[in-house]
Nanobody
Framework: QVQLVESGGGLVQAGGSLRVSCTASTASGYNFDNYAMAWFRRAPGKEREFVATIIWNGDETLYAPSVQGRFTISRNNVKKTVSLRMNSLKPEDTAVYYC???????????????WGQGTQVTVST
């Protein structure tokens, strides 16, 4: 099993920056660096959507077009963490942000096996 706990959400003004992080706890036999890690988000009244994903060794990343150039995903396999640096935030970025772990480096939520509980990010005008 892989347990994921997000942190770092909060309230920020439009145009500001915020960093959310996710720390993994792995049971025996589960290695953090076996997994692609991703961030998804769900805004009020909307479907969950893909934000970014990073391959197991950090060499490749993939972003949703809506965040490309503003958000940066990174990971530290020694610390078992994955982070999302969000710059130039917009009110439409307001959502609960979830981190997820899966074996496939793709933006499809169904392919991710383990999920955190989410952290709220609110961007005010």
């Amino acid at each position: 099993q892989v347990q994921l706990v997000e942190s770092g959400g909060g309230l920020v003004q439009a145009g500001g920056s915020l960093r959310v992080s996710c720390t993994a706890s792995t049971a025996s036999g589960y290695n953090f660096d076996n997994y692609a890690m991703a961030w998804f988000r769900r805004a009020p009244g909307k479907e969950r959507e893909f934000v970014a994903t990073i391959i197991w060794n950090g060499d490749e990343t993939l972003y949703a077009p809506s965040v490309q150039g503003r958000f940066t995903i990174s990971r530290n396999n020694v610390k078992k963490t994955v982070s999302l640096r969000m710059n130039s935030l917009k009110p439409e970025d307001t959502a609960v942000y979830y981190c997820a772990a899966g074996h496939a480096f793709i933006p499809n939520a169904d392919s991710y096996l383990f999920w955190g509980q989410g952290t709220q990010v609110t961007v005010s005008t």
